[in-house]
């Protein structure tokens, strides 16, 4: 069996070893390269028939783009476990053509937002379909210097109130901020610089009419957002 269960399962609708082990190996090797189609797919599993959290022997199999060209991509981390977990290439957006039937299969173990437990494989696959190819890069490459990009992530803890880091967190290639960016009267410690911005549904319609005159997102000419 492909699974190992944290606690006991009653009446749970498995799908064959065959079907839930399909291609999960060469997604982690060539993501560009086409991949055979399983022709089956597989049984609906559904989050009632789970009294634990399942664990299958594919969790940690993902879709992964090219490896990075920066020799220094992960910088070293007081936490040996996280460093060695870390996948620095991993795909982070959904492209049409990532979803086959093998792929769907794999994919269905899985509880939104992760995967697609509970959807119907001929209602879904039209709408993921819907989804371009990725026509340029999310974020414009840096041809010259090492190969590598330098980003600042700027989060809204306040933990770098009075820190006087806003040059040099606007010194970077690439600065990302999230939900409630407040930058408006402390540029000074955060910086007035966003190429990225992050947010739930929440923080868009909450966070910035409480941060309203402190945010100012999408003011620097040739960023994209």
């Given at each position: 069996?492909?699974?190992?269960?944290?606690?006991?399962?009653?009446?749970?609708?498995?799908?064959?070893?065959?079907?839930?082990?399909?291609?999960?190996?060469?997604?982690?090797?060539?993501?560009?390269?086409?991949?055979?189609?399983?022709?089956?797919?597989?049984?609906?599993?559904?989050?009632?028939?789970?009294?634990?959290?399942?664990?299958?022997?594919?969790?940690?199999?993902?879709?992964?783009?090219?490896?990075?060209?920066?020799?220094?991509?992960?910088?070293?981390?007081?936490?040996?476990?996280f460093t060695k977990a870390f996948i620095p290439n991993i795909r982070l957006f959904m492209y049409k053509g990532d979803i086959n039937i093998s792929e769907w299969n794999r994919l269905s173990h899985f509880n939104n937002p992760f995967g697609f437990m509970q959807a119907n494989y001929s209602e879904m696959k039209p709408i993921l379909d819907l989804i371009p190819k990725a026509q340029e890069p999310l974020l414009p490459p840096k041809t010259e210097g090492d190969g590598c990009v330098r980003c600042a992530v700027v989060g809204t803890a306040g933990i770098l109130y009075g820190s006087g880091k806003g040059k040099e967190i606007d010194a970077h290639d690439y600065v990302f901020r999230m939900n409630g960016a407040v930058i408006t009267g402390f540029e000074d410690d955060v910086g007035d610089r966003t190429s990225v911005y992050v947010h739930t549904a929440h923080s868009i319609t909450t966070g910035s009419s409480i941060n309203k005159k402190h945010i100012q997102i999408g003011n620097t000419k040739g960023d994209k957002h």
């Open positions: 069996d492909v699974s190992v269960f944290w606690g006991k399962i009653d009446s749970v609708t498995s799908p064959s070893p065959s079907v839930s082990n399909a291609m999960t190996t060469d997604l982690t090797t060539q993501p560009t390269t086409e991949r055979p189609l399983r022709q089956t797919v597989m049984p609906m599993l559904f989050r009632k028939d789970f009294k634990k959290m399942p664990r299958w022997d594919f969790d940690d199999v993902y879709i992964q783009d090219a490896q990075p060209t920066c020799a220094q991509s992960l910088r070293k981390s007081e936490d040996e476990s």
